[in-house]
């Protein structure tokens, strides 16, 4: 048997990350592809060898014409919760870009609909499926470095030409193999939902829930857009439910030509961890003055980003479970959006409600 994945969306990222992952994948079927844009659709079908059959304009025409056991939703931000809906309502597991939704309400009504429907959704968050990252969240579980008392996360991408609505100068940087982003997809506030909070700060405060555990219960943050209609950078000051205090900062402002950075400390009562995730390089000081360094990771590995897409293959086919689940999303979705309103009010945001 394989799975049969319905594509909504046919853009730069799931051009470039999800219907390659599908069309290498001997056990998955691109069974169809849906996008408005004409010229965006016709490259993919070309590129993946979708035939005419199989390639809508409309997503609802695509999922009743097609017999699917799975979707994958890549469209821009403001769609992502009208678009993920239609899918779980038909008893679809979903794969949903990052980030969830815009809004707490819409990413937690989504994942109690999957809950419902008895379904999987999966957030795109490719680092959820790093094996270093899973070997630095088990180290972190096991107690190697006690209990978390203070995290500092820094992340810097190159992205902040598209959040001018100029994606051409990331070209080969960003590697838009068939389809570039949309002008606005990224630089309309309507559309984005924001700059580096929605599309950058999504990751990596995805990724210290996961590694740490941590759950954040408030949020004291400034934001600064420059040039731009949206945030370029973010600083936020947090407090999480065991009582540890953090920081968490991102910019997109990082030049072509440079590497992009994401770092965190994670300083526990018995040790702390220093984890270079772009470099590929996690080491673990314990109480007794030890230095373990995790097996580094070859570059070609530390950015995982067909797993999502296998990881709903995979589902679909009964031998895995969701290695990025909607419940990282929707926490994830509740912090931005408390970042967002900690900036804008200039006051903490206690998470769940009041301040
Ligand atoms: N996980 C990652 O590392 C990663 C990387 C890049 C982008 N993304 C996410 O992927 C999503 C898409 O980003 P992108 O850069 O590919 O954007 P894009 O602008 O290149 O593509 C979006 C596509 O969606 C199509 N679309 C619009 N309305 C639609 C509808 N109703 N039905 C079907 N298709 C529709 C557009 O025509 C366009 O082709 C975003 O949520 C983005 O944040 C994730």
Same mark, same amino acid.
């Given at each position: 048997?394989?799975?049969?994945?319905?594509?909504?969306?046919?853009?730069?990222?799931?051009?470039?990350?999800?219907?390659?992952?599908?069309?290498?994948?001997?056990?998955?079927?691109?069974?169809?592809?849906?996008?408005?844009? @004409?010229?965006?659709?016709?490259?993919?079908?070309?590129?993946?060898?979708?035939?005419?059959?199989?390639?809508?304009?409309?997503?609802?025409?695509?999922?009743? @014409?097609?017999?699917?056991?799975?979707?994958?939703?890549?469209?821009?931000?403001?769609?992502?919760?009208?678009? @993920?809906?239609?899918?779980?309502?038909?008893?679809?597991?979903?794969?949903?870009?990052?980030?969830?939704?815009?809004?707490?309400?819409?990413?937690?009504?989504?994942?109690?609909?999957?809950?419902?429907?008895?379904?999987?959704?999966?957030?795109?968050?490719?680092?959820?499926?790093?094996?270093?990252?899973?070997?630095?969240?088990?180290?972190?579980?096991?107690?190697?470095?006690?209990?978390?008392?203070?995290?500092?996360?820094?992340?810097?991408?190159?992205?902040?030409?598209?959040?001018?609505?100029?994606?051409?100068?990331?070209?080969?940087?960003?590697?838009?193999?068939?389809?570039?982003?949309?002008?606005?997809?990224?630089?309309?506030?309507?559309?984005?939902?924001?700059?580096?909070?929605?599309?950058?700060?999504?990751?990596?405060?995805?990724?210290?829930?996961?590694?740490?555990?941590?759950?954040?219960?408030?949020?004291?943050?400034?934001?600064?857009?420059?040039?731009?209609?949206?945030?370029?950078?973010?600083? @936020?000051?947090?407090?999480?439910?065991?009582?540890?205090?953090?920081?968490?900062?991102?910019?997109?402002?990082?030049?072509?030509?440079?590497?992009?950075?994401?770092?965190?400390?994670?300083?526990?009562?018995?040790?702390?961890?220093?984890?270079?995730?772009?470099?590929?390089?996690?080491?673990?000081?314990?109480?007794?003055?030890?230095?373990?360094?995790?097996?580094?990771?070859?570059?070609?590995?530390?950015?995982?980003?067909?797993?999502?897409?296998?990881?709903?293959?995979?589902?679909?086919?009964?031998?895995?479970?969701?290695?990025?689940?909607?419940?990282?999303?929707?926490?994830?979705?509740?912090?931005?959006?408390?970042?967002?309103?900690?900036?804008?009010?200039?006051?903490?945001?206690?998470?769940?409600?009041?301040?």
């Amino acid at each position: 048997m394989s799975a049969r994945i319905g594509v909504i969306g046919c853009g730069w990222w799931a051009t470039r990350a999800h219907l390659p992952a599908l069309a290498a994948n001997p056990d998955a079927v691109i069974a169809g592809i849906a996008d408005p844009d @004409a010229e965006n659709r016709a490259r993919a079908a070309e590129r993946f060898g979708v035939p005419d059959e199989r390639v809508f304009a409309d997503a609802a025409e695509m999922l009743s @014409a097609v017999e699917l056991d799975a979707a994958i939703v890549a469209v821009p931000h403001d769609l992502h919760a009208p678009l @993920a809906r239609m899918v779980l309502e038909r008893d679809l597991h979903l794969l949903l870009e990052k980030p969830m939704t815009i809004r707490p309400p819409d990413a937690r009504a989504l994942a109690a609909l999957a809950a419902e429907r008895g379904v999987e959704l999966i957030i795109g968050y490719p680092w959820s499926y790093s094996s270093q990252v899973l070997a630095v969240r088990d180290a972190i579980a096991e107690g190697r470095i006690g209990a978390i008392e203070y995290v500092s996360c820094q992340f810097a991408s190159i992205v902040r030409e598209l959040y001018r609505g100029n994606p051409e100068p990331y070209r080969d940087v960003l590697g838009y193999s068939v389809n570039p982003p949309g002008l606005k997809t990224y630089a309309d506030p309507e559309i984005a939902g924001g700059g580096q909070g929605q599309t950058q700060v999504t990751h990596s405060a995805a990724l210290l829930f996961l590694i740490t555990g941590l759950r954040p219960v408030s949020v004291a943050a400034m934001t600064e857009p420059f040039e731009l209609a949206v945030d370029l950078a973010d600083a @936020a000051v947090v407090r999480f439910d065991n009582g540890a205090i953090g920081s968490l900062g991102s910019t997109g402002s990082v030049l072509p030509g440079h590497d992009e950075i994401l770092e965190y400390r994670i300083f526990g009562a018995d040790g702390h961890i220093l984890f270079d995730v772009n470099e590929g390089v996690a080491v673990i000081h314990g109480h007794r003055g030890e230095v373990h360094r995790l097996p580094s990771l070859p570059a070609e590995e530390r950015y995982p980003d067909w797993a999502p897409a296998d990881n709903l293959v995979d589902i679909v086919l009964g031998r895995a479970g969701n290695g990025s689940p909607a419940s990282l999303g929707v926490l994830t979705v509740e912090f931005v959006d408390a970042i967002y309103r900690a900036a804008l009010e200039g006051r903490t945001i206690r998470m769940g409600g009041g301040s």
